[in-house]
């Protein structure tokens, strides 16, 4: 009864209070309510700002048992779930009926698929061509709510060492309504390598895991396009 969640406008609500806040508009196809989470409002922020333009609210869990807190109040709350915004690309993360659909033909997609692992070449960025609302990002890089819990739950103990070694794994989702993918796809084929990476770099920068060689190379290509 006293506890208080804080959402990223530094609003605090009990749990009664934060439920009856987002029921409607957060509750998934199936029928269960999703609270949407950030670790670090200022370095997820453009995945914040995305779910801010579709209205829906996002909590701020940035302490260090928070990880076991969100897993706590998903076994204690009934139909809630608690999921990071970087888990999944939006329309997934609070599925509804009325996605959006691409119109790629199998071939078109077959080769774009390929042109990004071409550019990507990094067998743990798995990447996949998906049907997202156009005004979206053109590539976002998620990892699984599951495993990244799994993953942050090993650092803090507990017997989840197993999860730790595991190598990172990411999903690659390209956006295939946006037109920045239609431009990559019409492109001429040596341009098309060069347009993917920096698309993808971009999804990193917005992770903050572009780094080092990585960044330094991305800036270059920047000012090059400039």
Do not use: C
């Not at 209205?55 to 139909?79: A, C, G, Q, R, W």
């Amino acid at each position: 009864e006293f506890l208080l969640l804080t959402n990223t406008n530094k609003e605090h609500y009990t749990l009664e209070e934060y439920n009856a806040k987002v029921k409607d508009f957060q509750a998934d196809k199936d029928g269960s309510v999703v609270y949407l989470y950030t670790i670090d409002a200022e370095r997820q922020h453009s995945y914040v700002q995305a779910a801010h333009k579709k209205e829906y609210d996002v909590l701020l869990m940035n302490s260090p048992i928070d990880t076991h807190f969100i897993h706590h109040l998903e076994m204690k709350l009934e139909k809630i779930k608690l999921k990071r915004v970087d888990a999944e690309v939006l329309d997934k993360l609070i599925t509804k009926e009325d996605t959006a659909r691409h119109e790629l033909t199998e071939e078109e997609t077959t080769k774009l698929k390929t042109v990004f692992e071409k550019a990507i070449n990094n067998p743990l960025m798995k990447v996949e061509i998906e049907s997202q609302q156009a005004e979206g990002m053109p590539v976002t890089i998620t990892m699984e709510e599951w495993m990244r819990r799994m993953k942050d739950m090993s650092k803090l103990g507990g017997g989840m060492n197993f999860y730790g070694s595991m190598p990172d794994t990411y999903k690659v989702a390209i956006n295939a309504n946006h037109k920045v993918i239609t431009k990559i796809l019409q492109a001429e084929e040596a341009q098309q390598t060069a347009m993917a990476k920096q698309a993808f770099d971009l999804a990193l920068l917005a992770q903050g895991m572009l780094k080092g060689a990585d960044l330094t190379a991305f800036v270059e290509r920047s000012v090059e396009v400039i």
